[in-house]
């Protein structure tokens, strides 16, 4: 228990730096970043260390590192967002994290919708973003999904190589 205690704290703060790292700013003033290349990786790792507990864990810490890293950057508006699509991005991840072939890729589609879900209705209720801006920011929602699918697996992957996870 201890061990995925310390790992989910470093996802924590390696989901946010990553994703302060890169910013680009979209139309409905959020912004593209590569921290879902963190996101998926956490939630692998976290799936790896404890496949039932680590979904929870995984939701919490890649969350709360994605939120952060928006009050960090001055988009504390979009957290409770983050919080929410990141942690179902996360946690799909690590779900994904012991099964092989076509599930795990599913699960990690699965992963991406939901953060591209959780934004759009979100920011359709937003005063300021609205339907017009959210259907904007799908594009790039999308390309994040799928970059951080194929980042954070491949990472996962590498770590798991080395005899860590």
């Known amino acids: 228990m201890k ?14 730096l990553i994703t302060l790292f890169v910013r680009v700013p979209l139309p409905s003033r959020g912004y593209f970043n590569v921290g879902d290349v963190a996101v998926v990786f956490g939630g692998l790792v976290l799936g790896f260390l404890q496949p039932r507990q680590g979904i929870l864990w995984a939701f919490g810490a890649a969350g709360i590192g994605s939120a952060l890293a928006d009050v960090f ?5 979009f957290a409770p967002l983050t919080l929410m699509a990141k942690g179902a991005e996360a946690a799909a991840a690590a779900m994904a994290a012991n099964r092989t072939g076509t599930g795990r890729y599913m ?7 939901a953060m ?10 937003m005063p300021n ?7 904007a920011e799908i594009p790039a929602n999308l390309i994040q999904a799928v970059g951080g699918a194929v980042g954070g697996l491949f990472a996962a992957k590498a ?7």
């Open 129 to 135: 973003i609205g339907l017009q801006g959210a259907v």
């Open 73 to 77: 950057g001055g988009f504390a508006v």
């Open 3 to 16: 061990n995925i205690r310390i790992a989910a704290l470093s996802i924590v703060a390696l989901t946010c």
């Open 107 to 113: 699960l990690l589609g699965l992963g991406g919708t």
């Open 159 to 165: 770590l798991q190589k080395t005899g860590m996870i």
């Open 116 to 125: 591209v879900a959780v934004y759009f209705i979100g920011e359709t209720l």
